[in-house]
């Protein structure tokens, strides 16, 4: 069974801290996906990342793909309550079938 | 901005009952999805659907589920006879070419299904 374990589960932050969110698996994947996702509402698609060891920047937020390909990091600078939600990784391994990860549930607080 | 819709937003049915869950992906999109995401747990993936067939399908997408593109612009999933264990948040999703660096899923707003 392919897994991908994210942590940590919970992070709750005051407004202007730094915080990174690991998504880590066994396996390799052709492609990493971040969403973030917001209560009765359907992941929105953050970021795609490829290439082992490729970093994409949006904004305050920055995406690294391992040099393997098996784990992903998601690193917000100065945070801001805008930041609250619900951030899921997802892997893709080059059939049809994405493998998402339980989540990091991030609190920042004003 | 193009978005998948879903409907209805909330289904309540009678354990045993049939379901109908109807998407509408974005138009030039060729690759739909369905997944699920129980309360509290993770989103997971259900089945996919491209030229008009099932490419990939998971464990949990038994003979009680089946999809289906009746026309060229609505995908559905059924469920033959509901169990209070469907109960669930169901995405749809689509996407302009599968696994591609450039594209990524659009997933609709879900729709709510309780089995009572």
């Known amino acids: 069974t392919q897994l991908l374990e994210q942590s940590p589960q919970f992070l709750s932050i005051q407004e202007g801290e730094n915080l990174t969110v690991y998504c880590n698996s066994s396996?390799?994947?052709?492609?990493l996906q971040w969403y973030r996702q917001e209560p009765g509402e359907g992941p929105v698609l953050l970021v795609t990342v490829v290439t082992g060891g490729e970093v994409k920047k949006l904004k305050r937020l920055t995406f690294q793909f391992g040099d393997a390909r098996k784990d992903s990091s998601l690193h917000i600078t100065a945070a801001q309550p805008g930041d609250t939600g619900l951030y899921l990784c997802a892997g893709v391994q080059g059939g049809f079938k994405t493998i998402f990860g339980a989540g990091t549930r991030l609190f920042v607080k004003a | 901005e193009p978005e998948v819709t879903q409907t209805p937003s909330h289904q309540v049915t009678q354990m045993g009952q049939e379901v109908i869950l109807r998407c509408v992906p974005i138009?030039?999109?060729?690759?739909f999805y369905w997944y699920r995401q129980i309360l509290g747990q993770k989103v997971e993936f259900l089945v996919s659907?491209?030229?008009?067939?099932?490419?990939?399908k998971s464990e949990i997408f038994d003979d009680q589920f089946s999809v289906e593109r009746p026309d060229g612009s609505n995908f559905t999933l059924k469920i033959r006879s509901t169990k209070l264990e469907d109960s669930a948040m169901y995405f749809c999703?689509?996407?302009?070419?599968?696994?591609?660096?450039?594209?990524?899923?659009?997933f609709g707003s879900g729709t709510r299904l309780t089995v009572v």
């Open positions: 659907f491209y030229n008009n067939e099932i490419s990939e």
């Open positions: 138009s030039n999109h060729l690759y």
């Open positions: 396996s390799v994947f052709s492609s």
């Open positions: 999703a689509s996407s302009e070419a599968q696994g591609s660096p450039y594209y990524g899923y659009t």
